[in-house]
């Protein structure tokens, strides 16, 4: 029986094994469900047809109880980037500073959909033993699965959970405005954040009157598959955050906003508190180094056509 993520509960106590369908976070949440609810790790098999970088959750905490962890993260984030010599090198500064996850330290990820995990998550995902890496499904059987690379011998009273399903669809190469004359075109213009992007962009509808203006605050910023599509893509998303820090206006209303996670963060910073200044200073600082290195590693792997 093959499943959508959704009938899991239901579905899962009738059964004594369980095959995962997929790559990204619903499979990563779908594994950890699993083992929290008392499947035997050995009993799970996981069909991972790329690897994939993974952020990690401990730099993404709201509130100014975490401001060392996400604003200096960010930092960290922006120092990493300026200083990368290639994109490989740009994916092993970031593991090494904990910013980027995998699963196999034997293992390059091919893969970067911005799944975002803890490192208590990634423990538990390394307790299942059978990952299946030979390419991606062609068709299940009743006691087989058929695979790019092979095929693999299922257990009986078997579960297959299919979690193949894209949330956002990479569009690297697109060209389309947000704003034109007779159109918006809803689109990311900050990475992995499409509901602040909405709001955003309904903000600059209501209140900015020049077409030109409303472009240049709004570059598309497409969704990933690879790192490589990372770097490309923050090259569209660090311009909008530097354009929309020259307004006379949008800073308030990005530091009002909840959906904005570092704005609010930054600016309730007491100029007295000296740890938390240092770190907005080193934010800056690395901040136009990042736009400008990353304007170069983008420029040395251009997007695919199509």
Same mark, same amino acid.
């Given at each position: 029986?093959?499943? %959508? ?7 899962? %106590?009738?059964?004594?094994? @369980? ?12 594994i ?10 050995? =009993? ?5 047809? =790329? ?10 905490? %709201? ?7 996400t ?6 984030? @922006? ?6 010599? #290639? ?12 910013? $980027? ?7 390059w990820?091919?893969?970067?959909? /911005?799944?975002?995990v803890s490192? /208590?998550?990634?423990?538990?995902? =390394? ?22 690379? /092979? ?25 389309? %405005?947000? @704003?034109?004359?007779?159109k918006?075109?809803?689109?990311? +213009?900050?990475? *992995? ?14 209140? +900015?009157?020049?077409?030109? &203006?409303? !472009?240049?605050? &709004? ?10 599509? $990372? ?10 955050? *530097?354009?929309? #820090? ?17 704005? !609010?963060?930054?600016? #309730? ?11 907005? #200073? ?25």
């Amino acid at each position: 029986m093959c499943i %959508p993520p959704n009938d899991l509960t239901r579905a899962a %106590p009738d059964y004594e094994h @369980f095959t995962i369908l997929g790559a990204g976070k619903t499979a990563i949440d779908t594994i950890v469900w699993l083992l929290a609810h008392g499947a035997p790790p050995e =009993r799970i098999s996981w069909v991972l047809p =790329r690897d994939s970088w993974l952020f990690n959750r401990a730099y993404f905490q %709201p509130g100014n109880a975490f401001f060392t962890e996400t604003v200096g993260g960010i930092a960290q984030l @922006f120092e990493n980037v300026a200083a990368a010599n #290639s994109i490989e090198d740009l994916c092993l500064r970031m593991e090494a500073t904990g910013h $980027w996850l995998r699963l196999d330290s034997e293992v390059w990820p091919g893969m970067f959909h /911005g799944a975002t995990v803890s490192e /208590g998550e990634l423990e538990q995902l =390394r307790r299942v033993p059978n990952i299946i890496r030979q390419g991606h499904v062609q068709r299940i059987e009743l006691d087989k699965i058929y695979l790019d690379k /092979g095929t693999v011998i299922c257990e009986p009273r078997t579960l297959f959970i299919d979690c193949t399903a894209r949330g956002i669809a990479p569009g690297i190469g697109n060209q389309t %405005p947000v @704003f034109s004359e007779t159109k918006i075109s809803l689109q990311m +213009v900050r990475m *992995y954040q499409p509901t602040f992007s909405a709001a955003l962009i309904a903000h600059l509808e209501v209140n +900015v009157q020049d077409l030109a &203006t409303k !472009k240049k605050m &709004t570059q598309a910023v497409p969704m990933t598959d690879t790192a490589e599509d $990372w770097v490309r893509g923050q090259v569209a998303s660090m311009s909008n955050q *530097y354009t929309w #820090s020259q307004d006379n206006d949008l800073p308030t209303w990005l530091a009002d906003c909840r959906l904005d996670l570092l704005s !609010k963060m930054v600016r #309730s910073a007491r100029e007295d508190d000296t740890d938390k200044q240092a770190i907005i #200073s080193s934010l800056l600082e690395n901040s136009g180094l990042a736009l400008q290195n990353v304007q170069r590693l983008a420029a040395m792997t251009p997007a695919k056509s199509g």
